[in-house]
């Protein structure tokens, strides 16, 4: 109960969500763990397995009923391994993280109703766009590439909110970031500065690890 608080005061704080009195749609809300990491435990039998540990909890809402009546958007999400065969073969990369990507991408006022919640709080609905709707990787993946449309391919591949940015000599890696983070001040995109990594020569991208050599798990 104290998790969907927290949750719910920080949505309110940074305007993602607002109070709303009477919707038709209205989904419920539920708790569920962020698994990260990998260790190994003996089962029930005394045999080795490996199984990932929870770090955390995520407030997600169950966006199902909704999602079986939205018009599915089909627009294609890049294979991991195209995007890793890109990045082989350079000698610097930076590697940033969006700050919880979703919700920096508005939803239409129109269509706010429709992201109603509840919670033992109160009702709710999205400003922007929240993790469970079936469109929204393909809304985040479009968006992003409508934005860097110019760097793709030629300084950065994208995945996401995974930013993956490259240059043959430090210098040229530098010069590459400052255009992408002058791009990011431009249209006000927010970066996890925890996350990213900067001029380094190998990093992980999608759980591969990525140099100039390959990448491998």
Not at 54 to 63: A, E, H, K, L, M
Not at 102 to 122: H, R, S
Not at 127 to 148: D, E, H, V, W, Y
Request: charged share 25%.
């Amino acid at each position: 109960m104290e998790i969907v608080k927290k949750e719910i005061l920080k949505w309110l704080a940074a305007a993602i969500i607002y109070l709303i009195s009477d919707s038709k749609w209205v989904s419920p809300t539920q708790v569920v763990p962020k698994k990260s990491g990998i260790t190994i435990i003996k089962n029930e039998n005394g045999d080795e397995i490996q199984t990932r540990l929870t770090t955390d909890w995520r407030v997600c809402i169950d966006y199902k009923k909704l999602n079986l009546v939205t018009r599915k958007d089909h627009f294609p999400l890049p294979f991991t391994d195209q995007i890793l065969e890109k990045l082989v073969g350079k000698n610097f990369f930076c590697f940033l993280d969006e700050y919880s990507g979703y919700n920096q991408i508005d939803i239409n006022p129109l269509d706010q109703e429709k992201t109603t919640f509840t919670c033992p709080f109160g009702t709710f609905a999205f400003k922007r766009m929240p993790f469970g709707l079936c469109n929204a990787p393909a809304t985040f993946q479009r968006c992003m590439l409508s934005i860097f449309s110019d760097m793709i391919g030629k300084c950065m591949e994208i995945f996401m909110d995974d930013f993956s940015v490259f240059g043959e000599s430090f210098d040229e890696c530098l010069n590459h970031l400052q255009h992408v983070l002058e791009k990011c001040i431009e249209i006000k995109l927010v970066l996890s500065w925890d996350k990213s990594h900067f001029i380094v020569k190998e990093g992980v991208v999608l759980g591969h690890i990525v140099s100039k050599r390959g990448y491998y798990i």
